[in-house]
């Protein structure tokens, strides 16, 4: 059975005739005049592939994704090596103008074979199968963070709550900082598309946006590792710097935050630093899917395509009778969103005064007995002194209150022990060790 395609453009050799004349594996269904029409085409079922013959620089991650998310593989023509390294970047096939009919039609069923084995035949394999489109472009070597292109091996950390303020930027932050006192490489990202807010915990006077930066110039290919590090702002401490793609400035931005986007954004900083830590939204729904019958944008994607793609979840609750049943049923909520999350559980702000004698003792008795599968795995603090200077300074508790217990406690929580006195020693890759046990 031949694969129904359909075009926009016309080569100078007649594309569509070249195919035709081959009565083999292909078969052109429909020619369109632009690609909103190929769109609409594709989103009705017309085709498994689209073949842009002209027009490519108008091709977006945004717009790949959602012809992969209707099983739809693309191809595009072009003679010129930028166009074709853009291009595969966004996860575009790509070939010369002037292609052979018959191995055209090779690389357009290799194309449609391959995006079905990314599917099933739902956004979440398509963006999978975008991020890991390519290799980021930019030259090769170097140490990390200084712009220049690394292994793709880089880990990537979200950190979760609920809703209530649990202490999600809080947390990200600070382990990021602990990170980045030890020598290692960070970045921190700011996926929060109702609140963000690690700017304004840092003191940073941004109106730029790093984050939708850089996922304006993920969606044209454009991002490379020195694009990156150029939207993010660098933070510096006493004992280290890491870097902050900011969040949005105003929460109706949330639409700038594409999912696709989002995919190649952290790929890309895999390959630039060693640990990237996101604060993500605490909302997991995917209601825009049933509210419309085309890929409407979804306001969540930020935060689900984080936690989809992040190694390593830290799920946030507060420790007292609102936030740990928030946290409860969150939890629920995450392993039906994200199955794969395998989230280590955080209870934030613990105090005699929210639960009673030993707090400790008595939240890890009730989770055994009527929380869910995943193990408490540390206990931080209510610390409101330490955290408010440090929120007042824009600074952080390693600065703020280097002694103070939840800075000890955050900083035993990413296995970065405390120096008080003296930059760590530790080296990175130890680090890194260290966060996957």
Not at 18 to 38: F, T
Not at 83 to 91: F, P, V, W
């Amino acid at each position: 059975m031949s694969i129904p395609v359909v075009t926009v453009g016309d080569s100078r050799e007649d594309l569509v005739g070249r195919l035709e004349r081959l009565h083999g594996p292909v078969s052109v269904v429909r020619r369109c005049n632009e690609l909103a029409e190929l769109l609409a085409a594709c989103q009705g079922g017309l085709a498994r592939a689209a073949v842009v013959a002209e027009g490519s620089g108008e091709l977006t991650a945004s717009l790949v994704d959602r012809l992969s998310a209707v099983g739809v593989a693309v191809l595009a023509l072009t003679d010129s090596p930028e166009e074709k390294a853009r291009l595969e970047g966004i996860g575009v096939a790509a070939e010369l103008t002037g292609v052979d009919a018959a191995a055209l039609a090779g690389r357009i069923t290799a194309a449609v074979a391959l995006l079905a084995g990314a599917e099933p035949g739902n956004r979440q394999g398509a963006g999978r199968s975008l991020a890991g489109a390519g290799p980021a472009p930019g030259p090769s070597g170097g140490s990390a963070g200084d712009g220049t292109s690394r292994s793709g091996a880089g880990e990537i950390i979200a950190v979760w709550g609920p809703a209530g303020s649990p202490g999600r930027t809080m947390l990200a932050a600070n382990m990021a900082a602990e990170l980045a006192a030890e020598g290692t490489s960070v970045l921190l990202v700011d996926a929060d598309s109702y609140g963000a807010s690690v700017a304004a915990m840092l003191g940073l006077l941004d109106e730029s946006a790093g984050l939708a930066q850089a996922c304006r110039l993920a969606d044209q290919g454009l991002l490379d590792p020195e694009a990156l590090l150029r939207v993010a702002v660098p933070v510096a401490t006493r004992t280290g710097t890491f870097r902050v793609l900011t969040g949005i400035t105003r929460a109706d931005r949330w639409t700038e935050l594409r999912a696709a986007a989002i995919s190649l954004v952290l790929a890309r900083a895999r390959h630039v630093v060693d640990v990237t830590v996101i604060d993500t939204g605490f909302c997991l729904e995917s209601d825009e899917e049933l509210s419309f019958d085309t890929m409407a944008p979804r306001r969540n994607a930020a935060t689900l395509r984080s936690l989809e793609l992040a190694d390593t979840v830290f799920a946030v609750g507060a420790a007292d009778s609102i936030g740990v049943p928030r946290l409860v049923r969150g939890l629920a909520e995450l392993e039906l969103a994200v199955p794969n999350a395998s989230p280590r559980v955080v209870l934030n702000k613990v105090r005699q005064s929210a639960v009673g004698r030993s707090p400790e003792r008595q939240l890890r008795d009730a989770w055994e007995r009527y929380g869910p599968a995943a193990p408490l795995s540390a206990f931080l603090p209510s610390d409101p002194v330490s955290t408010d200077a440090a929120l007042l300074a824009g600074s952080l508790l390693l600065e703020a209150a280097p002694d103070s217990p939840l800075r000890q406690g955050i900083a035993a929580l990413v296995c970065a022990p405390v120096q008080r006195n003296r930059r760590s020693s530790v080296l990175s890759s130890t680090a890194r060790r260290l966060l996957k046990g």
